[in-house]
T-cell receptor, first 113, second 116 residues
Framework: LAKTTQPISMDSYEGQEVNITCSHN???????ITWYQQFPSQGPRFIIQ???TKVTNEVASLFIPADRKSSTLSLPRVSLSDTAVYYC??????????????FGRGTSLIVHP | DTEVTQTPKHLVMGMTNKKSLKCEQH?????MYWYKQKAKKPPELMFV???????INESVPSRFSPECPNSSLLNLHLHALQPEDSALYLC???????????????FGPGTRLTVL
């Protein structure tokens, strides 16, 4: 099962771009990389998912280098409402091919005025 | 409808009580999940149902008993819980449950459980 490592916390200011990097050195060939956002006392919310290179949607971009041992979530021009915990998940598998979604410690992002 | 609903929002129970948490989705998803989340910790997977069959039980104590009556509903029956079981219980669903984990999970708002 691919383990993920993220910074515990980050601080930023409104209007800045924020990049959160996740390390996953033992990612498997078929694994996807998925990022979730969670506000206090709410369920996590899907942000973006990718397999390789770059993925972009209306809220974020995901950069994945060729070796796929890390990934970077990029949030353009953050606002106060982006203050949340961000989790990186990597698809893993037990024998039999099941995917066990495993949340790491996450990165607590605080955006200041 | 891209929503997962959970009831109740809050639950307080004694250690001898029996209660149930409910989760519902109408997105046609075939995989449903229960997670437990303690304060300032990440969600921990408890159970996974795939096509209404229990696929994963992450060594959860028997005082937690999941049930999937149909493809849209997921219950978690609680009995003889301990104070340390107090947590936010999250339900999620995804289109399928299989290799590579390429399926986006949709989470409900959770049930805040307090065991006295």
């Amino acid at each position: 099962l691919a383990k993920t490592t993220q910074p515990i916390s980050m601080d930023s200011y409104e209007g800045q771009e924020v990049n959160i990097t996740c390390s996953h050195n033992n990612i498997a060939t078929n694994d996807y990389i998925t990022w979730y956002q969670q506000f206090p006392s709410q369920g996590p919310r899907f942000i973006i998912q990718g397999y390789k290179t770059k993925v972009t949607n209306e809220v974020a971009s995901l950069f994945i280098p060729a070796d796929r041992k890390s990934s970077t979530l990029s949030l353009p021009r953050v606002s106060l409402s982006d203050t949340a915990v961000y989790y990186c998940l990597v698809g893993g598998g037990k024998a039999g091919g099941s995917y066990i979604p495993t949340f790491g410690r996450g990165t607590s992002l605080i955006v200041h005025p | 409808d891209t929503e997962v609903t959970q009831t109740p929002k809050h639950l307080v129970m004694g250690m001898t009580n029996k209660k149930s948490l409910k989760c519902e989705q109408h997105m046609g998803h075939r995989a449903m999940y229960w997670y437990k989340q303690k304060a300032k910790k990440p969600p921990e997977l408890m159970f996974v149902y795939s096509y209404e069959k229990l696929s994963i039980n992450e060594s959860v104590p028997s005082r937690f008993s999941p049930e999937c009556p149909n493809s849209s509903l997921l219950n978690l029956h609680l009995h003889a819980l301990q104070p340390e079981d107090s947590a936010l219980y999250l339900c999620a669903s995804s289109q399928d449950f299989g290799l590579a984990g390429g399926n986006e999970q949709f989470f409900g708002p959770g049930t805040r459980l307090t065991v006295l």
